[in-house]
Structures are given as structure tokens and as C-alpha cells.
């Protein structure tokens, strides 16, 4: 309990940094002190309604979470997801006119 929490705190704080120090779109590495082999990646970018939405990845755990920061400091968790699957899909939702397979057989021909 007290771990998650020290998580949470930590957490926050790379949020609050984040809003803070960065311009927004751009991307900010953090490397926690005490913490070692662990890359936490934050980007954040403004909301239409106002505040920011802020995206962290887990780099060690190929997890992304987003989180909307309001303008009176609110902090909602959107969602979390693993992405190490979706990484290893070649294609999803692609509308150009060549599959990866289809390019790599182009490659190979040469």
C-alpha cells in the first residue's frame, strides 16, 4: 500500500513538472531517483475545453496512461493500456495502398 502510493505521489509530481516546464507537444524523460532501470516517458497537449491531456509511457513496461489535468488542478486517469501487443501488429487501421508485406517484397527484389 505504502509503495502504491509512493507511486502515486511520484506520479503527480512528474505531472505537475511536466505542465509546468514543457511546452505543449513537447516530451519530457524522467528518471526517478532511487529508481533505477526505469524510463518514464510524459507529453502532454492542451484540450479544447482547457487544462491538458497528459500521456506517460512506461517505457520498461511498454504501458501508456492518459490523464486530463483541468485548469482548477484536477487530475482524472482516462486510461491505461499495454501496448507491447499493439507493437507487434504490422498493420492496423492503415489506409495507404501498399501492406508492409508488400513493400518488404518491393525491398527483397532488389
Given at each position: 500500500m505504502q509503495r502504491a502510493a509512493t507511486g502515486i505521489v511520484f506520479l503527480a509530481g512528474l505531472m505537475v513538472g511536466a505542465l509546468a516546464f514543457t511546452r505543449p507537444g513537447t516530451m519530457a524523460l524522467a528518471q526517478p531517483q532511487g529508481m533505477s532501470n526505469q524510463s518514464i516517458v510524459m507529453t502532454n497537449v492542451?484540450?479544447?475545453?482547457?487544462?491538458?491531456?497528459?500521456?506517460?509511457?512506461?517505457?520498461?513496461?511498454?504501458?501508456?496512461?492518459?490523464?486530463?489535468?483541468?485548469?482548477?488542478?484536477?487530475?482524472?486517469?482516462?486510461?491505461?493500456?499495454?501496448?507491447?501487443?499493439?507493437?507487434?501488429?504490422?498493420?492496423?487501421?492503415?489506409?495507404?495502398?501498399?501492406?508492409p508485406d508488400d513493400i518488404q517484397a518491393l525491398i527483397n527484389k532488389r
Amino acid at each position: 500500500m505504502q509503495r502504491a502510493a509512493t507511486g502515486i505521489v511520484f506520479l503527480a509530481g512528474l505531472m505537475v513538472g511536466a505542465l509546468a516546464f514543457t511546452r505543449p507537444g513537447t516530451m519530457a524523460l524522467a528518471q526517478p531517483q532511487g529508481m533505477s532501470n526505469q524510463s518514464i516517458v510524459m507529453t502532454n497537449v492542451p484540450l479544447p475545453q482547457g487544462g491538458q491531456q497528459v500521456v506517460v509511457m512506461d517505457a520498461q513496461k511498454s504501458v501508456l496512461a492518459c490523464y486530463h489535468a483541468n485548469v482548477d488542478g484536477e487530475i482524472a486517469l482516462k486510461s491505461v493500456r499495454n501496448i507491447s501487443w499493439d507493437l507487434q501488429m504490422q498493420a492496423f487501421n492503415d489506409k495507404s495502398e501498399l501492406e508492409p508485406d508488400d513493400i518488404q517484397a518491393l525491398i527483397n527484389k532488389r
